[in-house]
């Protein structure tokens, strides 16, 4: 592969690791950067519920390497785990069951941490996405943009390191003659 084709290649790449930056920042909302958010509304909102769900969850215990050199799960271990919810009042008469934590194995851990989050009367704020009607904590939306912006910020960071490669081997290749 020639030199122009590795620069080029990178250049995509940097390219694709903006507009996945762009997504994050979009799918967020950050009001510390921008008092506006794209696709949501902030609303105070009211914890009336909270629950907690079992589900079965399996991790593979045996693992066995194939002919070709891929592996394949041979023997599975079925278990319980848990997965919590909460469920708040916004808007007078509107509410919205947001995800807490997500098929974890101790019952006790997302027990306490739903409790502890998420009391049934706490005052919370939730961000409905009117793009595509779902609502979710402050805090995962806040996480989304806050990825976006660190994307952005190694594709900025990665396009200055290659763009500055990319310059000096082209100049190295011609002479100033005094």
């Known amino acids: 592969m020639s030199r122009k084709n590795e620069y080029s290649l990178l250049y995509i790449l940097i390219l694709i690791l903006f507009l996945f930056s762009l997504i994050f920042i979009m799918m967020g909302c950050d009001k510390r950067i921008n008092d506006t958010c794209a696709f949501f509304i902030e609303y105070n909102s009211v914890v009336i519920d909270n629950y907690i769900k079992t589900n079965i969850c399996s991790k593979c215990t045996l693992y066995v390497t194939n002919k070709d050199g891929t592996t394949t799960c041979k023997i599975y271990t079925y278990y319980n ?3 919590s919810y909460a469920v708040e009042l916004y808007n007078t008469n509107k509410t919205c069951t947001v995800s807490v934590d997500y098929n974890q194995n101790n019952y006790w851990a997302v027990f306490n941490n739903l409790k502890r ?15 595509i009607g779902t609502c979710d904590n402050k805090e995962n939306v806040v996480q989304n943009a806050d990825t976006g912006y660190f994307l952005l910020f190694v594709a900025i960071g990665v396009f200055i390191f290659v763009s500055y490669l990319h310059i000096k081997e ?9």
Do not use: A, E, L
């Not at 989050?117 to 793009?131: A, V």
């Not at 082209?170 to 005094?178: D, F, H, L």
């Open 170 to 178: 082209r100049n190295s290749k011609y002479t100033i003659i005094n």
């Open 81 to 83: 785990c848990y997965s």
């Open 117 to 131: 989050k998420y009391p049934i009367g706490g005052k919370d704020i939730i961000m409905y996405n009117t793009y």
